[in-house]
């Protein structure tokens, strides 16, 4: 039985797709043959598969992650910061006998790739939208030394995971060349567990993402007050750092709950029935694909993956971002006109059905990727 180890570490209010994705692939590694081991500073990361029957273990992580500006004064201690952590995977590589080596975040890009790589494992990357960001300005030999230090180490990954084919485009604009044959694109995607349930009578739109201004979170509540929304409840699951800034924005306006962090999710999209996900920018969206998956229309920016999960005018109504004009008219749309949610939920199941079964995708791409298999 081979041992993997999986890396996410985040920000503790951080609890999106990223977060998620190692709890869900652990569950299914588990069912194949595999041992897997989730290390995480993120706790509620480490609550999610400790409560999935997961081997858990605290990993360090240095939480200041801003080396800009003055940050460039701290870089030799973060040098060294990353020597420490390089020791620390190596030993816990060693002593569990973890085979391969699964980093999902920036330092420890660096750190477990040197560690994995000095005991001869086989070590994979997967890219949660940070890349492109990692390494702006790479080829200023002033600016970014970190961003400098992952894309080096990149070249010691035996395979780099990126979630879409449009996160592949800004990876290449931000280094100005193609991407070497080491990096992939391989969809996430969630295990089907939809059960068609009754729906109440009156609409619920829902939203099932951090509660951040990139997300569109303010659009959308004020999109919200412009429609009649005499009969429709709108839920918003999440919770994050500007939670406080939307209940003000939301005060005293009718039918509008703030639900914080759901555990679980599927039973809220069950009971609703239109997704709507007016983000800024998109890495890969995990929400649209749960969305798909219980049949539900969704109402989304027209940024970054979403076109790729998202069929216009098929499976949802795509939206410029930062247009509140634009939600209002989509959600008018889709709220009297019942045939077209209808519709629009069941092309979605079917995209799913094709495309973003996670068992599916573990199987046939994640697992070949771990064995070295073309």
């Keep these: 039985m081979k041992r993997v180890a999986q890396i996410r570490n985040s920000y503790s209010y951080d609890i999106g797709g990223a977060e998620i994705f190692p709890v869900n692939l652990g569950r299914l590694l588990t069912s194949s043959g595999y041992e897997p081991f989730i290390l995480s500073a993120n706790k509620k990361t480490l609550k999610m598969a400790s409560t999935a029957g997961l081997s858990v273990i605290h990993s360090p992580w240095w939480s200041f992650q801003n080396f800009s500006g003055l940050g460039l004064l701290l870089f030799p201690v973060y040098l060294l910061w990353i020597i420490v952590l390089t ?11 973890i085979d391969i080596v699964h980093p999902q975040s920036r330092d420890d890009f660096i750190a477990a790739t040197f560690a994995g790589k000095l005991l001869r494992r086989r070590v994979i990357w997967t890219d949660h939208a940070d890349l492109k960001y990692i390494y702006m300005n790479h080829r200023k030999w002033y600016k970014n030394p970190v961003g400098k230090l992952v894309y080096l180490t990149s070249k010691c990954a035996d395979k780099i995971i990126i979630e879409s084919f449009s996160e592949k485009k800004l990876i290449e604009s931000t280094l100005n060349k193609k991407l070497p044959n080491n990096y992939v694109v391989i969809y996430l995607g969630v295990v089907d567990s939809y059960k068609p349930v ?111 999960i998202v069929k216009d005018g098929v499976s949802g109504i795509l939206v410029n971002p930062k247009n509140v004009e634009d939600l209002v008219a989509a959600i008018t749309l889709l709220v009297n006109d019942a045939k077209m949610r209808t519709d629009m939920g069941q092309a979605g199941r079917k995209i799913f059905l094709e495309s973003f079964q996670f068992d599916k995708i573990v199987k046939d791409k994640i697992i070949p990727v771990y064995e070295g298999q073309r």
């Design 87 to 97: 020791l620390w995977y190596f030993l816990f590589f060693l002593f569990k006998r």
């Design 198 to 308: 009754s729906k109440p009578t009156d609409l619920v739109l829902v939203s099932t993402s951090r509660l951040v201004k990139a997300k569109g979170i303010g659009e959308l509540i004020e999109a919200f007050k412009q429609i009649d929304n005499t009969n429709i409840t709108l839920k918003l699951c999440g919770d994050g750092p500007e939670a406080d800034y939307f209940k003000s924005l939301a005060s005293g306006v009718k039918n509008i709950q703030f639900l914080g962090h759901v555990n679980d999710i599927t039973d809220a999209l069950q009971n609703s029935d239109i997704l709507i996900h007016p983000s800024y920018h998109e890495g890969f969206g995990l929400s649209l694909v749960e969305a798909e998956m219980c049949s539900l229309p969704i109402i989304a920016s027209r940024v970054g993956s979403i076109p790729e």
